[in-house]
């Protein structure tokens, strides 16, 4: 029998390289949308697309930008939104009769974007000790074997509760308190992936573990920094706040080792898809939307804000008093001096060496941030994959903070969070920390939750490995593909006695599996949910602390479907936990009222959230209250990170396409990089393709050898690039196989898929 295999097949076909598109968004967009409806069935497309983001409809399933408070438009969503919402509305079903037709190891052999584009799963499945096929089992069934499983551990910490950030409020929170009454704060999370090293800087920073502007202060930024983020793609309505902040006269700076299209042109859909209003011409270019983009190296952020900080300095020392907001540094800060003294001590050499931007340029980055009386910079993974994360981070706040630039209006710390409810699962308690508000979760459920540290993601993987869990139970997500160092992963998971996924469809974690396997359907944002109460809506939190209600209206794509808090509410009751879970599973308002009880913020959580979206609090951004151990926002001073790459070496980021969510891979193309029908490309500069001897459109294997382990990805197409020499670029999940499980980021334990030290040869050299 062969073994599953981990690893994506090879490609067919070889990606084709053209021109990438001139404009983001746009009339492309628009007839993309419209083919998505189509494939949805017009009517059930429609419908579907008409309720995202509206205040009675459901949360888009997408990323978390914020959506309007008031005045959303008939089509509050985007392209990618339309196709989040298209790959869980598909008319295509799996059931018993594929399983049986496709064995586990056939269905391995398959591309990631086949796997998806077979439709929703509908019924539960099981895959038996030594059985080649999943077969149907009853729900009841599913939950009694899982719960027999967690029965016979040594201790409740040789089990894993993932969550991926997709899950409602209402889900995680009896998700994280199942976890917790079984006795165990093992609860990694996508975020240990994604935003964790922005919770750690933010959290040392000023005091909160999110960001502190809303969507107003867009409407009164002067300037914003777009750094490590490609908003077109993965944020594409964020583009819209940015080109109406361009309009009103706001600077935009990007900084970035790739000219991301969207902070370059931009045209905005909602002008071509508002039934009111009449199509533009198609001859305008778009609105160019960054005015100044740093190019700069891979991790070399952290060099660029000390060059930006150095020259406002120099600034502030040739005319005192005019640069730096000194009631604020003096009322409001602590640690001024010595960063002072380290910029002072800083060289332009050093600085210019390590970001690769020239010192005209960051002074003029400089000059922007001087005139602007309210800055906000957002940021994505670009800078909280790196080894030095969280440092790099910390400087973007005290590049804020020089200036007063938190706690103002139109001014603030913007990260912008991945997954639609990844932020409101942390909030909810999903987390390996222990959560600020553990006495009351405990005084209301009546038990002792375990107070010491749980496993991150990274420290999950390892302890399947070296087998102290055994038990693996994700709430959705693709833990094999969306984790680094894919064959070490996918050794971890053999290990295990059981792991069984809740999904809505099907990916290459349901096929690289521990001794028994289960597949736990439920279902989808879009869908329908009701209980046994009556109709039930759900609750997210968005990227800037905003509580929505999300409630779907398509029919169920199977009766066999259970909602997330139903299955949450199975297995709790089959583990024989106390807690009143089919009360919970009836009716969520129920659940609610012991949020309300337990979480901050909360208080009359139902009643408030069906009134409208309501915010939750932010000290650092309503009160300028720092709750940090000097109660003051902090200045943190760090060393520019010596480069690590060798002599014939490469650094490699690990981005996406604008074909995928994540893992999902709707697509094969990146039309905004000229990218078509296939995935297994490598970005290079021309010059280094040169240098190694190497053509455009050959196929190359790379090589990562961290802690003395080969890592080998084969087979990809080097595609000339506008990337800085000795940068390169590859899409995730292909290159999971090279991030190496040892590499992360100091202080997040976050795997740095934007830092992967590679060599590059000829394939199959
Ligand atoms: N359509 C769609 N939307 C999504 C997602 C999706 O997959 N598809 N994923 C969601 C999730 S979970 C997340 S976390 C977000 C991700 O949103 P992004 O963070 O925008 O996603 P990435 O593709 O990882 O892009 C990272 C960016 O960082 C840049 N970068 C890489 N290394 C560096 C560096 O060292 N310094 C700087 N300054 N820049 C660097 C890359 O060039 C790229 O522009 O999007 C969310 N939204
Ligand atoms: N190399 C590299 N690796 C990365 C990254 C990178 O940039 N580079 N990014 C990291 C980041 S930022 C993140 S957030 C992680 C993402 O990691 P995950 O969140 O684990 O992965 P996804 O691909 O988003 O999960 C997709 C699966 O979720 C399931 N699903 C979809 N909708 C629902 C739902 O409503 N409920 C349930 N229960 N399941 C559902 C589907 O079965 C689908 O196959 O990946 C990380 N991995
Ligand atoms: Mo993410």
């Given at each position: 029998m062969s073994v599953p295999s981990a690893q994506p097949p090879p490609e067919t076909e070889p990606p084709r390289l053209g021109a990438p598109s001139a404009a983001a968004a746009g009339l492309k967009a628009v007839g993309v949308t419209a083919a998505l409806v189509g494939r949805m069935g017009v009517a059930r497309g429609v419908r579907a697309l008409l309720d995202v983001n509206q205040a009675d409809g459901f949360d888009c399933q997408s990323c978390a930008w914020p959506s309007p408070d008031r005045d959303r438009h008939t089509f509050e969503f985007c392209e990618n939104g339309a196709k989040a919402v298209a790959d869980e509305a598909t008319p295509l079903k799996i059931g018993r009769e594929f399983f049986a037709a496709h064995s586990v190891a056939e269905l391995a052999a398959r591309s990631d974007h086949w796997l998806n584009a077979q439709g929703r799963l509908v019924e539960p499945l099981v895959l038996r000790p030594g059985a080649t096929h999943y077969a149907p089992i009853a729900w009841d069934d599913a939950f009694q074997l899982i719960a027999a499983e967690l029965r016979t551990?040594?201790?409740?910490?040789?089990a894993a509760f993932y969550t991926s950030g997709r899950t409602s409020n209402e889900a995680a929170f009896l998700w994280q308190l199942l976890a917790r009454q079984f006795g165990t704060n093992n609860l990694p999370d996508c975020s240990n992936m994604c935003h964790e090293s922005s919770g750690a800087a933010l959290t040392e920073s000023i005091g909160i573990g999110k960001g502190t502007v809303t969507l107003e202060d867009f409407d009164h930024a002067e300037a914003i920094f777009v750094i490590g983020q490609n908003p077109g793609t993965n944020h594409p309505r964020m583009l819209s706040a940015l080109a109406s902040a361009k309009a009103r006269g706001a600077t935009i700076v990007s900084i970035n080792p790739l000219p991301e299209i969207g902070t370059e042109r931009f045209k905005n859909p909602q002008d071509f898809l508002h039934p009111l209003k009449a199509l533009p011409t198609l001859a305008g270019e778009g609105a160019r939307l960054a005015d100044l983009w740093l190019q700069s190296r891979i991790a070399g952020d952290l060099a660029v804000f000390k060059g930006l900080m150095k020259a406002m300095l120099e600034a502030e020392d040739a005319a005192p008093g005019t640069v730096l907001d000194h009631a604020f540094i003096h009322g409001h800060t602590h640690g001024f001096e010595a960063l002072a003294a380290d910029l002072r001590a800083a060289h332009w050499g050093e600085i210019i060496g390590a970001s690769g931007v020239a010192e005209n340029e960051i002074r003029a980055a400089a000059a922007i941030a001087i005139q602007s009386r309210a800055t906000i910079c957002c940021w994505a993974m670009g800078l909280t994959q790196q080894p030095e994360a969280v440092t790099t981070i910390q400087q973007v706040v005290n590049f804020l903070l020089l200036r007063g630039s938190i706690g103002r209006r139109g001014a603030g710390a913007c990260p912008v969070r991945g997954h639609s409810n990844v932020q409101g699962d942390r909030t909810m308690g999903i987390c390996e920390r222990v959560p600020a508000w553990i006495d009351q979760l405990d005084v209301e459920f009546g038990f002792v939750s375990p107070r010491a540290h749980g496993l991150d993601t990274v420290e999950a993987i390892r302890a399947m490995h070296d087998g102290r869990v055994r038990v693996f139970v994700a709430m959705g997500g693709n833990f094999l593909s969306a984790t680094p160092d894919t064959e070490f992963t996918a050794a971890a998971l053999r290990r295990c006695a059981l792991t069984a996924h809740v999904s809505t469809k099907l990916n290459r974690a349901h096929l690289v599996t521990g001794r028994t396997a289960l597949i736990l359907p439920c279902l989808g944002r879009s869908e329908r949910d009701v209980q046994s109460g009556g109709e039930q809506l759900v609750t997210t939190e968005d990227s800037m602390g905003i509580i929505n209600s999300s409630r779907g209206r398509l029919a169920p794509a199977s009766p066999g479907l259970r909602s997330e808090v139903a299955i949450v509410c199975g297995l709790g009751e089959a583990l024989g936990l106390r807690a009143p879970w089919r009360e919970f599973a009836a009716n969520y308002d129920l659940v609610r009222e012991r949020i309300a009880r337990v979480v901050p913020g909360f208080e009359d959580y139902s009643r408030r959230v069906r009134a409208g979206p309501f915010s939750l609090p932010n000290a650092p951004r309503e009160r300028r209250e720092w709750r940090t151990a000097t109660k003051r926002a902090n200045f943190f001073v760090a060393p520019i990170p010596p480069s690590v790459a060798g002599p014939g070496e490469f650094v490699m980021m690990t981005i996406r396409t604008h074909d995928q969510f994540n893992t999902t891979v709707y697509g094969l193309d990146d039309r905004y990089r000229g990218v078509f029908g296939g995935r297994r490309v490598v970005f290079m500069h021309a010059d280094d393709i040169a240098a190694l001897g190497l053509m455009q459109g050959q196929r190359v294997d790379l090589t990562n050898r961290h802690g003395g382990a080969e890592r080998v990805a084969r087979g990809f197409m080097v595609a000339p690039y506008r990337i800085p020499r000795g940068c390169v670029a590859t899409y995730f999940p292909e290159a999971n196989v090279l991030v190496p499980i040892g590499s992360t980021a100091a202080g997040s334990n976050t795997p740095t898929s934007k830092f992967v030290v590679v060599t590059i040869a000829a394939a199959g050299g």
């Open positions: 551990l040594p201790t409740p910490d040789a």
